[in-house]
């Protein structure tokens, strides 16, 4: 993933972080309600489910899973990875469990363009929605209008490695599941940052480590989160929240380090960014979540 670096250069603080680092742990406060009456649930993940780590034999279109199986509490819902051999990149399969009924009805969500390239894991929460939400329209059909709908997602990491350090990020994909007088559909409503981190070789030189004070790397991190806000009438608020920071404290990504000339113990120093650690509300508009006001643009600490 990462080429070598020479022996001027010392193992970043945070490039194993970076090239190895797992799915944000990015969710909403579990059993959490809002006024309308939509709930999350946190999923949890089925002893004795975790596939193999790789595809194996068969069929090379058979369907295989390649994440655990993780369910709600009632077991109403139940969501994992499966991929083939012939198609690997994941798609979400959506399990509904209704009662009476001997065998769940699947869904199946998949996930197309080069954006979507990455290590797939499945968000591990699921939002209940109220009662005739989550629908463009109510079903006529009273048992359709009766079923549950649900937001339901998957992050996606991607990765790269470059001479003397890496990066990495996290997307989280929110996808509705949603019942019609035909069915369930699903509808994308949300594709937002959710982890980056970054480190750049800074020393080229026994001098450029010596005026840097031995730290050679620069580095970048960003992580966020999500909340339900309890106000909401209609679809659920969201609430992101953003954290950005860069080691030493004056780095961009945007210029040459080496530039600023020797370094001060006082750049020695994880510096919090302003313009990307920040709180928006997110609200459904059209069939989407919109930010409001918009988000800023954070690939100094996103970009690969």
Request: glycine fraction near 8%; charge should be negative; charged fraction near 25%.
């Given at each position: 993933m990462t080429d070598a670096s020479t022996h001027l250069l010392p193992a970043p603080r945070a490039l194993c972080a970076a090239l190895l680092l797992a799915v944000p742990w990015v969710g909403l406060a579990a059993d959490a309600r809002d006024a309308a009456g939509n709930r999350l649930e946190a999923l949890i993940e089925q002893p004795g489910t975790a596939p193999p780590p790789t595809l194996e034999g068969g069929d090379p279109d058979m369907a295989q899973a390649v994440s655990p199986l993780f369910c709600t509490g009632d077991r109403a819902w139940c969501l994992r990875l499966i991929a083939s051999r012939n198609n690997p990149r994941p798609s979400l399969q959506v399990r509904e469990f209704v009662p009476g009924e001997a065998e769940p009805r699947d869904r199946h969500v998949g996930y197309t363009g080069p954006e979507r390239d990455g290590q797939f894991q499945?968000?591990?929460?699921?939002?209940?929605?109220?009662?005739?939400?989550?629908?463009?329209?109510?079903?006529?059909?009273?048992v359709q209008a009766a079923?549950?709908?649900?937001?339901?997602?998957?992050?996606?990491?991607?990765?790269?490695?470059?001479?003397?350090g890496g990066a990495s990020n996290s997307t989280l994909l929110l996808e509705?599941?949603?019942?019609?007088?035909?069915?369930?559909?699903?509808?994308?409503?949300?594709?937002?940052?959710?982890a980056g981190q970054a480190s750049i070789r800074a020393c080229f030189s026994?001098?450029?480590?010596?005026?840097?004070?031995?730290?050679?790397h620069d580095e970048y991190t960003f992580s966020a989160a999500l909340s339900l806000l309890p106000q909401g009438q209609d679809m659920p608020l969201l609430r992101y929240v953003s954290t950005a920071t860069r080691f030493p404290a004056f780095v961009s990504r945007n210029r040459d380090s080496l530039a600023k000339g020797a370094?001060?113990?006082?750049?020695?120093?994880?510096?919090?960014?302003?313009?990307?650690?920040?709180?928006?509300?997110?609200?459904?508009?059209?069939?989407?979540?919109?930010a409001e006001p918009a988000l800023?643009?954070?690939?100094?600490?996103?970009?690969?």
């Open positions: 499945v968000w591990p929460y699921l939002l209940r929605l109220a009662p005739g939400l989550g629908a463009p329209r109510v079903p006529t059909d009273p079923f549950e709908n649900v937001v339901v997602g998957v992050t996606v990491e991607q990765t790269a490695g470059y001479s003397g509705t599941i949603y019942h019609t007088d035909e069915g369930a559909e699903s509808s994308s409503v949300l594709s937002l940052p959710v026994e001098q450029d480590a010596t005026r840097r004070k031995g730290a050679c370094l001060s113990d006082r750049d020695l120093r994880t510096a919090r960014d302003p313009a990307c650690s920040v709180e928006r509300t997110l609200r459904f508009v059209s069939g989407r979540y919109v800023p643009d954070c690939s100094e600490f996103t970009g690969l």
